[in-house]
């Protein structure tokens, strides 16, 4: 049996199809545990850490940081048994070391992709013996490998020997697009950070000399382009006019991938604004009672550790709302309702990889420091990227808090498999009408999107009134609801 073991990227539930290399917690070399986590990797839903199937020594990482690997792709290899000695060469094939080193004429006559371009054989990226490409300690090869086959029609050149540059003259500036080759036709060798330095100062690197290993282009190469372009360019710039000319283009534009979270969210909304008929409903409440009623409690004694805030009291009103109107929390079957005796409470959270929403488990069993608790400890693991797939899986209703932003409402779209979700809105000091004068008084506005296959407009009426009726005054809700 081969010592070397083969770790795919496995299935983490809820329907992972692909999941994204966020970081590597072991590199090649390194001996490893039973279950210690070896990579992070990101779902649809969270960031995870996923451990190891065997102990052993890491003989190979397949996949870079960043990379985005289908379930069931290997993405690391594991010497189970590095006390044996070493890896026989029919298991892994024949040492480096027995390999023919390449000469400089073979490495020339490698074609490489113009946006990856050609680097230093040996360097990262770059042909290494025996055909294989050099890779830095925890990244792969690309995946974009056939791109690095020659051309039909080209023909191999010989790799220039290194010439030395004056270090008084400045290498030229290209005046036509590159193309990934040299002027001799060979490819350009660079490494990739120099190939982005050159790029971003505009130099052509096809127009250069390399001063490095078998002529290979250098970070001073291309500052000394660039030094000499900005020279030449200086006299000129003196009659340039005063009014810049409009530009636009695909130059000017970003490209950002969807996916991860971003690419779920995508997917959820839009099937759930396409299959649930959604209806809104705003309710305007004075809270300035409930406002008060949270500066009492933050200043008792056991309740000065605790984070209290306005949601909490939305979130403890929904929750009694709730019991009052159970058919709000239910589920469209199809053919049936399914009403649940559970909340699964579900508090939107921005993160920097995009809204999620995790839930709070069976939250209305919770008393209200419980429920404070619960809170702080689900944004505070959202914040971090810690949430895991099963704190943002069985939502049964959503709180979302667009008041956080300064914005006063909003029309939320349902979470797929729910019947309601509450937009909190900013709580602002403005005139109300107050015992029958004109006052400053503590005001917020509410959206409750539902389902109306489910909910109708009595019972979502209802419902956000028992919500406003509590933040008006929750202690005289407490007492005739409880």
């Known amino acids: 049996m081969s010592r070397i073991k083969e770790f795919n990227l496995p299935d983490l539930g809820e329907g992972l199809t692909e999941g994204e290399i966020l970081a590597w917690l072991v590199k090649v070399g390194d001996v490893i545990e039973l279950n210690q986590p070896i990579v992070e990797v990101e779902t649809a839903k969270a960031a995870v850490e996923i451990p190891a199937k065997w102990a052993g020594q890491v003989q190979s990482i397949f996949h870079p940081e960043g990379s985005t690997v289908e379930v069931g792709t290997p993405i690391i290899a594991i010497d189970t048994d590095p006390g044996a000695g070493p890896i026989e060469a029919s298991t892994t094939g024949a040492p480096d070391a027995a390999l023919p080193t390449p000469s400089a004429a073979s490495l020339a006559a490698v074609q490489v992709a113009p946006a990856e371009g050609a680097v230093e054989p040996g360097l990262i990226g770059g042909p290494a013996p025996g055909g294989r490409t050099a890779v830095l300690v925890g990244y792969g090869p690309r995946t974009t490998a056939a791109k690095r086959r020659p051309r039909r029609g080209d023909t191999p050149v010989p790799a220039q020997a290194a010439q030395p540059v004056a270090p008084t003259q400045p290498a030229p500036v290209a005046t036509a697009p590159s193309n990934g080759h040299g002027p001799a036709g060979g490819p350009v060798l660079a490494k990739p950070p120099v190939r982005k330095l050159a790029k971003d100062l505009g130099v052509d690197l096809s127009a250069l000399t390399g001063s490095g290993p078998l002529g290979s282009i250098t970070r001073e190469d291309v500052q000394r382009a660039a030094s000499g372009a900005t020279a030449a360019a200086e006299p000129l710039a003196v009659s340039a006019p005063a009014t810049a000319v409009a530009s636009f283009g695909a130059d000017r534009e970003q490209r950002i991938p969807v996916k991860g979270v971003r690419k779920l969210t995508a997917e959820n909304m839009s099937r759930s604004a396409f299959t649930a008929p959604h209806v809104t409903e705003f309710l ?124 006063d409402t909003g029309t939320p779209i349902l979470p797929p498999g729910e019947s309601a979700i509450l937009a909190f809105g900013a709580v602002r000091e403005m005139p109300w009408v107050h015992k029958g004068k004109v006052r400053p008084r503590q005001v917020t506005t509410l959206g409750l999107s539902f389902d109306h296959r489910i909910i109708d407009g009595e019972l979502g009426s209802k419902f956000l009134r028992d919500i406003g009726e509590f933040l008006a005054d929750p202690e005289a809700a407490l007492l005739a609801w409880t």
């Not at 400890?377 to 914040?383: D, I, R």
Request: glycine share 8%; aromatic share 4%.
């Open 284 to 407: 305007t409440v004075d809270v300035t009672r409930a406002m008060k009623a949270l500066d009492r409690l933050r200043n008792r004694r056991e309740w000065r550790d605790v984070r209290v805030s306005p949601l909490l009291l939305v979130a403890k009103a929904v929750l009694l709302a709730v019991k009052r109107h159970p058919m709000v929390n239910s589920t469209w079957a199809g053919d049936e309702i399914v009403v649940k005796d559970y909340v699964n409470l579900g508090i939107a959270a921005a993160t920097e990889r995009g809204l999620i929403v995790p839930n709070i488990k069976d939250a209305g069993r919770l008393s209200l420091r419980e429920l404070a608790d619960a809170m702080t400890g689900l944004v505070q693991t959202a914040k971090a990227g810690k949430t895991s797939p099963a704190d943002m899986s069985g939502g049964t209703l959503t709180i979302t808090n667009v008041g956080v932003f300064g914005v």
